[in-house]
């Protein structure tokens, strides 16, 4: 552990939630803020209950033509004044990450970078929102006809974010929600809501040009968040969480469109066709890619695949790079610190007993493997066996193993052996394979030559399988935000 020492306060001692843009700072119970490092209150925050959300839903619904009603400019001019105001407080929130979430600071900056590129791109996309002109006279039976699609607001949004990324998660679904149009109501962790709470100041501070009412966020218990899901006056629900809530809240929705972001266990091919120049790089990019954020993202990596000509080279690399990490564990707000404390003791130990048990079924610890407290290890696993949690569950934590492959096409099997599609990535300079997996690995992505943790904003983001339904990354988000409606013209222009 680094012998870093904190100096002064890095949040408030309260926030307000915000009710119909407005904020509010008195309600029947509220929420305390944890500082996942010290495990100490560090601030509190109203809860909403019931009546609260039932008025942020009548309020979003007067909402719907003023936000409808925008021109392409405002939206424009809205998105970038949050983006230039967030790049303004960008130690302010990254801080403010750091103590919510216990993300490195190193990590916590890289989050607020990137949610400027989000309000940034969608300030841009704002004024790309293009239609189509078609040609509908395919027939003798049709001359005359074309057609023109134009896309409209879908209406009231309601939106789950979830405590990994507590600041970029919520600008992926409120940036887009802006430039379509639509006013929303967003319920972010319960763990980590005072970067949404921040997003409220930068919101409010954009009436008039935002409509009244455009948005609410409240932090709200389990119970009473299930309105959001089921409430048939909000016309599309977006998530991002865990498989089991995410597929639960899909059956919940009745008519409205939904959009899933879920789990996945992410998968890292290292081909024999890679030069041996490159290896030490690829092996630091897969070091970051499973322990980042101390490995509490959905597409870290999990699962690394090695040719069998390369295997013991990139074998030790892995543990000559991963073995000084472990000395870099500490307060997230040292900005010498690597790896930070995990969300909770809870899932420390969730953790630590996943790797207990694959090895008392026969794995071996090459690296890490141990806890304290609510840290874990960065951790190297070899021959894992198939029926361990690590194995085909997401772990959700610093910890992945390597495993050898001889055959190519068989390692993309073994890739689309698992319950998740979301992100793979493959090191290859054969340009054949990288077309072969980029064709036959089930995935809603795959990077070549890097590590599957890529996520670049302006992307479309999302997976199959159980990894989700649905696409985020901006222009992406704004076709689900959004209907497609069609004017069918009949003999114009002739004279």
């Known amino acids: 552990m680094s012998k870093f020492v904190r100096v002064g306060q890095y949040v408030k001692s309260s926030y307000p939630l915000y009710l119909g843009s407005k904020p509010i700072t008195n309600s029947s119970s509220s929420l305390e803020v944890i500082d996942k490092f010290t495990n100490q209150i560090a601030s509190k ?3 909403a209950d019931k009546e609260m959300i039932e008025q942020s839903i009548v309020i979003a619904q007067k909402a719907c033509e003023p936000m409808k009603q925008l021109s392409a400019a405002t939206k424009k001019q809205i998105l970038l004044n949050i983006a230039n105001d967030l790049e303004k407080r960008a130690d302010e929130f990254a801080k403010a990450i750091v103590v919510e979430v216990g993300k490195p600071l190193v990590d916590a900056n890289a989050e607020v970078g990137r949610a400027i590129d989000t309000f940034t791109c969608a300030a841009e996309e704002s ?3 293009y239609g189509e002109q078609i040609p509908l006279d395919i027939s003798s039976r049709n001359l005359g006809f074309q057609g023109i699609t134009k ?3 879908v209406g009231p949004i309601s939106m789950i974010a979830p405590f990994n990324f507590p600041l970029n998660l919520c600008a992926h679904k409120i940036a887009p929600s802006i430039a379509a149009g639509c006013p929303f109501v967003l319920k972010p962790s319960d763990r980590t809501p005072i970067s949404a709470m921040l997003l409220g100041e930068l919101l ?3 009436t008039p040009l935002l409509p009244e009412g455009a948005f609410s966020i409240l932090p709200t218990s389990h119970q009473d968040a299930s309105i959001l899901s089921k409430d048939e006056r909000f016309k599309l629900c977006s998530f991002t969480g865990s498989p089991a809530i995410g597929w639960k809240i899909k059956n919940e929705a009745g008519k409205k469109k939904v959009v899933l972001e879920l789990g996945g266990d992410a998968a890292c091919i290292v081909d024999s066709a890679t030069q041996q120049s490159r290896l030490p790089s690829i092996a630091q990019r897969i070091l970051f890619g499973g322990f980042y954020s101390q490995g509490q993202s959905c597409i870290s990596v999990q699962r690394v695949f090695i040719h069998d000509s390369l295997y013991d080279q990139m074998k030790q690399l892995l543990i000559d790079g991963a073995k000084p990490l472990i000395q870099r564990m500490g307060d997230p707000m040292d ?7 995990m969300i909770t003791e809870h899932d420390a130990k969730r ?3 996943w790797v207990n048990n694959a090895v008392s079924k026969g794995a071996n610890v090459l690296v890490g493997g141990k806890r304290s407290d609510h840290f874990m290890q960065p951790t190297i696993l070899e021959n894992l066996p198939l029926d361990t949690e690590i194995s085909c569950k997401e772990v959700f934590g610093p910890v992945f193993f390597i495993e050898r492959f001889n055959d190519f096409k068989q390692v993309v099997q073994r890739v689309n052996s698992s319950e998740f599609g979301l992100q793979a990535g493959v090191f290859t300079d054969d340009i054949h394979k990288a077309y072969y997996a980029f064709n036959n690995i089930e995935a809603g992505a795959v990077v070549i030559n890097d590590i599957p943790s890529v996520r670049v904003d302006a992307q479309p983001y999302g997976g199959i399988k159980e990894s989700g339904f649905g696409r985020e990354g901006i222009r992406h988000t704004i076709e ?3 209907e497609l409606k069609l004017m069918i013209l009949k003999d114009i222009g002739k004279i």
Not at 335 to 341: L, Q, R, S
Request: glycine share 4%; hydrophobic share 30%; charged share 20%.
């Open 45 to 47: 925050i109203p809860m």
């Open 480 to 482: 689900e935000y959004t």
């Open 127 to 129: 004024i790309r929102q």
């Open 151 to 153: 896309r409209f607001p």
């Open 204 to 206: 409010a501070k954009q």
């Open 335 to 341: 900005p010498t610190t690597f790896v930070g404390p």
């Open 351 to 353: 953790v630590e007993s």
